[in-house]
């Protein structure tokens, strides 16, 4: 049982690059969310979604898109990388979208915008 | 405005003692409270969750504390080892599925 996995562990992107960055889960949770997290900051909700063909929008989705199209994966695709998106990124995934479930978290992109 | 907030950067207790951890928070809609702790280069994991009909709620070293009525929230650790060691994150959740986290605490246990 692999849990949360994400690739690529770091990247580095030029302003105006795309990339998307992978989220897998074999645990068959319905529930799965990105967060960013920047130095000396909490976790801040990006996207998330509560079954396979359904997204919604988190505190910070401008310049991210999701898509959900299995159980298992949930891709965050930057549109065009500005300095701003410089962070760490965090998959994590829940069994639902209950409020007493807790979420498993993969281990992070670190993302570098120049 | 910071829904979810930790204002302790940083805590710093022997091995043996108790650390305590606290979180305010301002939306009565939070239904349940989690703890999670963060290891350098490591995703937060879970650690101990509360439920807003509760106002405490143990697991071993680990007990958790609400205070509904000052919305605040505490984490005990009891005896505190150099192991939990960690960014430790505040979590509140509504049934909407969605988390909001505060900014974190990072406890040093010294040996």
């Known amino acids: 049982n692999a849990g949360v996995t994400q690739t690529p562990k770091f990247q580095v992107l030029k302003t105006g690059q795309s990339m998307t960055l992978q989220c897998a889960q074999d645990?068959?949770?319905?529930?799965m969310s990105w967060y960013r997290q920047d130095p000396g900051m909490g976790l801040r909700l990006i996207h998330y979604?509560?079954?396979?063909?359904?997204?919604d929008q988190g505190e910070v989705p401008n310049g991210y898109n999701v898509s959900r199209s299995t159980t298992e994966d949930f891709p965050l695709r930057l549109l065009s990388a500005a300095p701003s998106q410089t962070s760490v990124y965090f998959c994590a995934s829940s069994y639902s979208g209950q409020s007493y479930n807790e979420q498993f978290f993969g281990p992070g992109t670190r993302l570098t915008v120049l | 405005d910071q829904q979810v907030k930790q204002n302790s950067p940083s805590l710093s207790v022997q091995e043996g003692r108790i650390s305590i951890l606290n979180c305010d928070y301002t939306n009565s809609m939070f239904d349940y409270f989690l703890w999670y702790k963060k290891y350098p280069a490591e995703g937060p994991t879970f650690l101990i969750s509360i439920s807003s009909i509760k106002d405490k709620n143990e697991d071993g070293r680990f007990t958790v504390f609400l205070n509904k009525s000052a919305k605040h929230l505490s984490l005990h650790i009891v005896p505190s080892q150099p192991g939990d060691s960690a960014v430790y994150f505040c979590a509140a959740n509504t049934n909407a599925g969605k988390s909001t986290f505060g900014d974190g605490t990072t406890l040093t246990v010294k040996p």
């Open positions: 645990m068959n949770h319905e529930y």
């Open positions: 979604s509560v079954g396979a063909g359904i997204t």
